[in-house]
């Protein structure tokens, strides 16, 4: 049996594969490609699957191809979705494309002189050239209507009652993705297409084009869509996608997510998400079976991905702030952060800012939990949640008593207050 697809099944990342391609790729190095859609100018951690499937390629002495869907992101695949998306423009698309790679590049090798050096391609370069008239003449005579409405993602979208139909322009989705597959085949020497099991059905399509047209033969390789233990979307959190561009999601809120993965997700990413050889993983898998509570499965997978996709300096940066938030001796720790780091940390926090003039007399909780604040909705609650013992100044509790001063501002900005563990209010002075 090949050694990719050995790789890819101890790591559950194989869902289904046609006949006849374990000795296909054993005989000698192949090229297999990957579609990724082009619509924003940040792939998010949904794609890190089909990622990590090219990656594994490449390092099994592949030729992995990224396929840049410039003319079927003009289009949208209707696979997974209910309604038609908006189209984007060509400029647009080229601009996502370029920032597309430079996240590629994290996990795949473009710039060397091997011949299994990545590479990446744009469908729009020769779509764009096709005439209408042409392309149903020469290709779309091959594929039969009753074919193509065979397809989950057609009968999904015709069968739903929420559905408002399926337009031309996406019903013709899956033979511009099947001519992909002839043209690269055709031109690159590729036959091979991967991709996440939604795509198997436009994944086929191509390979009955490359038979019908040129009576030759096309493999398919796919990966299962990740699902989380709670039933919850992979790749969301309660603030919407986790970005691979830290302008979209902050280093801190991606090493975060994958700390927080439950213990049975965290023994599943660790497989898929990272490069680590099946001996560590098991040992990993063992010790943190037997001291749950220190969560080794979580860091480890946290630090791998966040080094690959940022930087070692920045997971590093992320753990310590994640520690600060656990320290006995937050104050000192926290103030040792850098404020950006430090509002990576308190992004989506409810907060206020108050005059740093206001200081000088000193501030009474009361009045800066409610007045001052709105924090709480009154003075009254304020001494109320301070009387149960609830309220807390930079993680330490505090009662009626408490007068806030400069001295007990961080990075002589910030101060943070508590109300039980999960209510956290952000102050900023001025």
Not at 355 to 362: D, F, I, P
Request: net charge positive; with cysteine.
């Amino acid at each position: 049996m090949s050694k990719f697809i050995l790789e890819l099944k101890w790591r559950n990342m194989l869902h289904d594969l046609t006949p006849g391609i374990e000795d296909f790729i054993s005989k000698k190095s192949e090229s297999a490609y990957i579609g990724f859609d082009p619509t924003s100018d940040s792939l998010h951690i949904g794609s890190l699957v089909p990622i990590m499937l090219l990656a594994h390629f490449q390092r099994y002495g592949h030729k992995p191809i990224a396929l840049i869907g410039g003319a079927t992101g003009m289009i949208g695949d209707p696979s997974g979705k209910s309604s038609e998306r908006k189209l984007l423009d060509e400029q647009t698309l080229i601009s996502n494309q370029k920032k597309i790679k430079k996240q590629l590049s994290k996990f795949l090798i473009f710039d060397s002189g091997k011949e299994n050096r990545a590479e990446i391609l744009n469908n729009y370069d020769w779509m764009k050239s096709f005439s209408f008239l042409q392309f149903i003449r020469d290709y779309g005579k091959h594929i039969s209507v009753n074919y193509m409405m065979s397809k989950d993602s057609v009968k999904n979208r015709i069968s739903s009652k929420n559905a408002s139909g399926m337009s031309y322009t996406e019903f013709s989705y899956q033979m511009v993705q099947g001519y992909d597959f002839l043209h690269i085949k055709r031109n690159y020497d590729c036959y091979i297409q991967m991709g996440g099991s939604d795509q198997w059905g436009n994944i086929t399509t191509g390979m009955e084009l490359i038979r019908r047209v040129d009576t030759d033969k096309g493999y398919a390789l796919t990966c299962p869509l990740i699902t989380r233990a709670d039933g919850k979307k992979f790749g969301k959190s309660e603030q919407g996608n986790i970005w691979l561009d830290k302008s979209k999601t902050s280093v801190f809120r991606f090493y975060q997510y994958w700390l927080n993965t439950t213990d049975e997700d965290a023994e599943k990413f660790i497989k898929i998400f990272t490069f680590l050889p099946k001996s560590e993983i098991d040992e990993l898998i063992n010790e943190h079976k037997e001291a749950p509570h220190m969560r080794i499965l979580q860091k480890k997978l946290a630090g791998e991905i966040t080094t690959i996709v940022h930087s070692e300096e920045e997971m590093n940066k992320s753990a310590e702030a994640s520690n600060v938030l656990f320290s006995k001796n937050f104050h000192n720790e926290i103030s040792k952060i850098d404020e950006k780091t430090f509002l990576e940390i308190f992004e989506g926090v409810p907060s206020a800012e108050i005059k740093y003039s206001e200081l000088k007399e000193g501030i009474e909780i009361t009045k800066l939990l409610s007045e001052k604040t709105g924090f709480l909705s009154s003075n009254s609650a304020a001494r109320r949640s301070l009387e149960e013992n609830s309220i807390s100044v930079n993680k330490t509790k505090v009662d009626l008593t408490c007068i806030i001063e400069k001295k007990d501002l961080i990075n002589d900005k910030y101060i943070l207050l508590n109300k039980g563990k999960k209510n956290t209010f952000l102050v900023k002075f001025n």
